[in-house]
């Protein structure tokens, strides 16, 4: 299996496109560090896994909005002290409270959509840093949304958020580019019939959407080493081949 002692953490691996990610990685090989604030949606991506009898994941319960910085920098120690290094990081966490106007927009829900969507990111990021050099080939991913990756009335602090990821995740590959050893892309899903899908657009009709397991190969495409040397891409989930 490719990915065969590459370990992997996953933000938002409880949720839709996370699951699908953490199961398809691990049934690559990969160990993955499952994290979510939500204990529940962890041990039914952990069950998922062990199903699979793929290899047996770590549940770390965390809330990427509530957390303190230290508690950023301890589990940076932790995953450094079980594992030595790490191998992947994918940011697939999203916060999206509702399409709104900005002159009507909630305060609480700007800061808190802000905080899920780019501030934990960038934290998040900034501690692993140094966990993710220890790799011989790092893989960086954010997840962005191809609806709002234009400016577009309504999408709020959830279509600010995406766009200001996206900029973040290029200068952060611009950084690391000399190095080599860490690689930064941007992986849009596209339409799929996920919660947030669900969610966002309740009268669609879902039963048209590609299922989240078909973007699968963008996932292992993206953390395999068939994309060591790319960096600073986004990749379109509806048009990739593996």
Known sequence: M????????????GGGLGGTAALALAQQG???ILLDKSIPKLEKAYDAIINAN????????????????VQYHELADTIEEKYGHLDGLLHSATELDAFTPMSIHSTMAWGHT???NLNAPF????????VL???EHASIVFTS???VRKARAYTGAYGVSKIALESYAKILAEELSDAGKIRVNILVPGPVDSPLRKKSFPAEDKS?????????PAYLYLFGAKSIGTTGQIVDARTFKL
């Open 2 to 13: 490719p990915l065969t002692n590459h370990t992997i953490l996953i933000t938002g691996a």
């Open 30 to 32: 990969a160990r993955i």
């Open 54 to 69: 793929a290899p047996t994941p770590a549940i770390y319960p965390f809330d990427l909005a509530g957390a303190t910085e």
């Open 114 to 116: 802000l905080n899920v």
């Open 123 to 130: 934290l998040l990021t900034q501690v692993l840093l140094p």
């Open 133 to 135: 050099q220890k790799s």
């Open 145 to 147: 949304d191809s609806f």
């Open 208 to 216: 048209r959407l590609p299922k989240m397991e078909e973007i699968s």
